[in-house]
């Protein structure tokens, strides 16, 4: 199982990106999906949550009316749409995933690479 971020970029303040991450291999099922981000300097921070019925979850006030956290179940992808963005929100944005592969019986964690982010003032 692999999971692929994409869409990270430079943008100026007050602009958006739209951040995707897609798993792939042998999955049966993906229970919730996560971004986080690291700044630097700072440690890896939850930014959002998904569940498989899609419900979501903002850990941080500060990106809770600028951020959306959604997923397409079918494409085993998960979006983070990332809008007014500040400087501050400048990090490294990883997803992760609850994931059980087919013959398995736990579910594990998996971690995207990492889509950096960054924000000019």
């Known amino acids: 199982v692999q999971l692929q971020a994409s869409g990270g970029g430079l943008v100026q303040a007050g602009g958006s990106l739209r951040l995707s991450c897609a798993a792939s291999g042998s999955i049966e099922t993906i229970d919730s999906m996560y971004w986080y981000r690291q700044a630097p300097g700072r440690q890896r921070e939850l930014v959002a949550a998904?569940?498989?019925?899609?419900?979501?979850?903002y850990a941080d006030d500060s990106v809770k009316g600028r951020f959306t956290i959604s997923r397409d179940n079918a494409k085993n992808t998960v979006y983070l749409q990332m809008n007014s963005l500040k400087p501050e929100d400048t990090a490294v944005y990883y997803c992760k995933a609850i994931i059980k592969r087919q013959g398995d019986y736990v579910r594990y964690s998996y971690w995207g690479q990492g889509t950096e982010v960054t924000v000019s003032s």
């Open positions: 998904i569940t498989s019925g899609v419900m979501t979850n």
